[in-house]
């Protein structure tokens, strides 16, 4: 029997859907044409050949994935990534923590921050920039309509431009989204 991952991790679990992924031998034409776009060039998870059974949804969901986490201008990829594990701490998302927790550490080099963050939360004693990216993708997972102005002034004050708080905003709201289908399409196992 498998046994449910419920902390937080770096080590990457397995993830097993609920509903049967698509089997690609008897994918139709626009499924396979939407795999095409998949957001790793490694294989296609089972979580995007679930996917795969509602088509239209698959052929918008991955070109904005890889433009959000993918994009070469604005936030570095790194905090992109903390953004998407500050969003699925909120979300209790297992999985996504720590898919986007071992991206983080493999894209800064440093393990320390990830780290603290899964120990001590919003408390993580952790550099000022990196504190103040992961305290508003919690804030805005937690109740979106509450990020103000004043939320914004401490993401700048912290050395964000206008154009990485974007960046912010679509990685930490992707993952509010993705992060529920993930809850509801699966559960993280141990590997």
């Known amino acids: 029997m498998s046994k449910i991952v419920h902390d937080f991790t770096t ?11 698509l089997d690609l031998a008897e994918a139709s034409a626009d499924q396979l044409e939407a795999l095409k776009v ?18 239209e ?16 201008d604005g936030l570095s990829r790194a905090e992109r ?8 701490i909120v979300n209790r998302c297992i999985y996504c923590a720590a898919v986007h927790a071992s991206r983080y550490n493999q894209l800064a080099k440093d393990k320390y921050v990830i780290a603290a ?13 990196l504190k103040a990216i992961l305290n508003f ?14 939320d914004m002034a401490a ?8 154009d990485e708080i ?13 992060n529920r289908l993930m809850h509801t399409l699966g559960e993280p196992i141990a590997g």
């Open 11 to 21: 080590d990457i679990p397995v993830w097993k859907p609920y509903v049967t992924p």
């Open 38 to 55: 998949t957001p790793s060039n490694n294989k296609v998870s089972d979580y995007v050949l679930v996917l795969a059974h509602d088509v």
């Open 57 to 72: 949804t698959l052929k918008h969901r991955s070109p904005l994935f890889n433009a959000v986490m993918y994009n070469r």
């Open 81 to 88: 990534e903390l953004g998407a594990v500050g969003a699925s």
């Open 117 to 129: 963050v899964f120990a001590d939360g919003v408390d993580a004693e952790i550099a000022p920039r």
């Open 137 to 150: 993708a919690v804030k805005l997972s937690k109740c979106p309509s509450e990020a103000d102005a004043d």
């Open 155 to 162: 993401l700048m004050s912290a050395g964000l431009g206008k």
């Open 166 to 178: 974007l960046d912010l905003i679509l990685s930490t709201s992707l993952f509010g989204w993705a």
